[in-house]
């Protein structure tokens, strides 16, 4: 839809989404070693945050060629299991009584 409206192309869409989403990653990070971020919560970011990348990569690649749109292409499938592997880790860190979210 903005892409539409302003006549983004797609690799500056998906450049400006990967960005933001590596400072969020960056700062999930940061704060999980920090101890200000529950392990869940950690994971769930990773999760999400990680395909997101993956989409902007498949963006970004559309303006490269050669080994460039290879390397992008790579990134973005490395991505995928990376998201996969948290999204599972999350799911298996649900507690039945609903405290996973608390820090400590």
Known sequence: ????????????????????????LVATVYKYRAGT???????????VGSFWLAYSFLQISTAASGVMEIFLLALAAGCVPIG??????????????GGGDAIG
């Not at 192309?9 to 989404?17: F, T």
């Not at 971020?37 to 999760?47: E, P």
């Not at 996969?84 to 009584?97: E, F, I, N, Q």
């Open 84 to 97: 996969l592997l948290a999204g599972v880790r999350w799911r298996r860190s649900d507690d039945p009584d």
């Open 1 to 24: 839809m903005l892409q539409s409206i302003l006549d983004v192309p797609d690799w500056v869409l998906g450049a400006a989404v990967g960005a933001a989403w590596a400072v969020v």
């Open 37 to 47: 971020r529950s392990r869940r919560r950690f994971y769930v970011t990773i999760c």
